[in-house]
């Protein structure tokens, strides 16, 4: 709490909190339990949050932590107010592919998606038209446009982008809704 204190007294315009939540970390470096750090954390975030300054938590380990207590632990973040969380292979463990799932409620579904493949993730949920509750999802059309201009060889290998204009149209045409007037281009002529 005392970094907390002395990091918004500097006037920072955020902080990140971050404490190793697998047994292993608690057990060898810091010694406490999640009880500890979930008492901590809603310390440290109400603080932060009362001076109106941006806080981050991440878990450091967090792939090695119990995910019942580490899901636990962040939900409870999440209800305190964090602005974002970190989910940390500190040690390298994840061999798996890294799926992610964007809503588009501030329309940022497709650049956040295009940043997630930046950043390692390996595949993006979309839907044609970005179709989905509340405002929808990664829109397929909007994520391929977006890679084309600098993946543009293997994008057309993957996708028969000739085909997408109609996919788009068909799939309007049967949930019964217009295809927005400002949708992305996919004209086969554009990928030629």
């Known amino acids: 709490m005392e970094d907390a ?5 500097t006037g920072v315009d955020g902080i990140n909190m971050c404490i190793g939540t697998s047994s292993h970390l ?20 109400e603080y932060v949050k009362s001076n109106n300054i941006e806080i981050r938590f991440s878990g450091e380990d967090s792939f090695r ?4 207590e580490i ?18 292979d500190t040690v390298g463990v ?16 497709v650049a956040n998606a295009y940043v997630a493949l930046e950043a390692g993730a390996t595949h ?5 038209l970005g179709i989905g509750e509340r405002n929808g ?17 293997n994008i057309l290998s993957k996708y028969k982008m000739e085909k997408l204009s109609y996919l788009e149209h068909l799939v309007a ?3 019964e809704v217009e295809t927005p007037f400002n949708n992305f281009v996919v004209s086969s002529e554009q990928f030629d």
Do not use: W
């Open 26 to 45: 608690m057990k060898h470096s810091h010694g406490k339990d999640m009880a500890y750090i979930a008492a901590e954390a809603k310390e440290v975030i």
């Open 173 to 175: 045409e049967i949930v």
């Open 124 to 128: 993006i949920d979309t839907t044609v």
């Open 65 to 68: 932590s119990d995910f019942a």
């Open 137 to 153: 999802i990664t829109s397929l059309s909007g994520l391929v446009a977006s890679l084309i201009p600098t993946d543009r060889k």
């Open 71 to 88: 899901l636990k632990l962040y939900s409870l973040v999440d209800r305190l107010g964090a602005n974002r969380v970190g989910i940390a």
């Open 5 to 9: 204190r002395i990091a918004v007294q």
């Open 94 to 109: 994840v061999g798996c592919d890294i799926e992610t799932h964007f809503h588009n409620d501030t329309g940022c579904a």
